[in-house]
């Protein structure tokens, strides 16, 4: 398709346990962005990349969250020793380029956390 | 699934009627400002953004407004659809920052025929 796909669109897991959430941009798009957003909120940045490094991963609420994108395209986060308070939709997002607020978000990846 | 924004304030309109939605932001030092459109069960999807450099700012059935005296963010809707329900965010950026926006906690829109 040709817009942002994220995969799985739902993971129940269970305390402790490690995830690993994915998402592939549009083509083309060189920026990819990870957001988290609890119910009745609005998202929360966790981290940019600009091709295949972390530009600003300032939003990355502890070292359990990290985020890869080793050939500058498909991008996932992993989340080790998952928490309760870890449950959330995440959404991944791709721009054209840098500097631009036009995001183009996919569906999200919830995540519950038993 | 469950929707977004479950206890955010609500603006009931009639359909084609005009709709405005408010937001107050947070950082007098922000530059840029961006609305989005969340339906139920989606991502956000961008609608329009506006510079600090400008006060006003028109699209398709849209307009921004934006007074920085007061921090102070609009987007009005003009003839309001059913398919304009949904909930909207606006978001700013730190000076500098672009890639990264701050979202505020959202209005849902209720479209009624």
């Known amino acids: 398709g040709a817009g942002v796909s994220q995969t799985p669109s739902n993971k129940v897991t269970e305390k402790g346990k490690y995830v690993e959430l994915r998402c592939d941009p549009i083509?083309?798009?060189?920026?990819l962005y990870w957001y988290r957003q609890s119910l009745g909120q609005g998202p929360e940045f966790l981290i940019y990349?600009?091709?295949?490094?972390?530009?600003?991963d300032s939003g990355l609420p502890n070292d359990r969250f990290f985020a890869v994108r080793p050939e500058g395209s498909v991008s996932t986060l992993k989340i080790q020793r998952t928490e309760r308070g870890d449950s959330a939709v995440y959404l991944c997002a791709s721009s054209l380029g840098e500097n631009t607020g036009e995001l183009f978000f996919g569906e999200g990846s919830r995540l519950t956390v038993l | 699934g469950e929707s977004v924004g479950l206890h955010l304030p609500t603006l009931s309109v009639q359909e084609g009627d005009n709709s405005i939605i408010n937001c107050a932001y947070s950082?007098?030092?922000?530059?840029?400002f961006i609305w989005y459109k969340q339906e139920s069960g989606k991502g956000p999807q961008f609608i329009i953004d506006?510079?600090?450099?400008?006060d006003k700012r028109q699209g398709q059935r849209v307009t921004v407004l934006l007074n920085k005296t007061v921090k102070h963010l609009s987007l009005q809707i003009a003839a309001t659809q059913p398919g304009d329900s949904a909930v909207y965010f606006c978001?700013?950026?730190?000076?500098?920052?672009?890639?990264?926006?701050?979202f505020g906690a959202g209005t849902r829109l209720a479209v009624h025929p």
């Open positions: 506006i510079r600090s450099n400008m």
């Open positions: 990349f600009q091709g295949t490094g972390a530009a600003d």
């Open positions: 978001a700013e950026t730190p000076p500098g920052g672009y890639n990264k926006l701050i």
């Open positions: 950082n007098s030092a922000s530059d840029y």
């Open positions: 083509s083309g798009h060189t920026a």
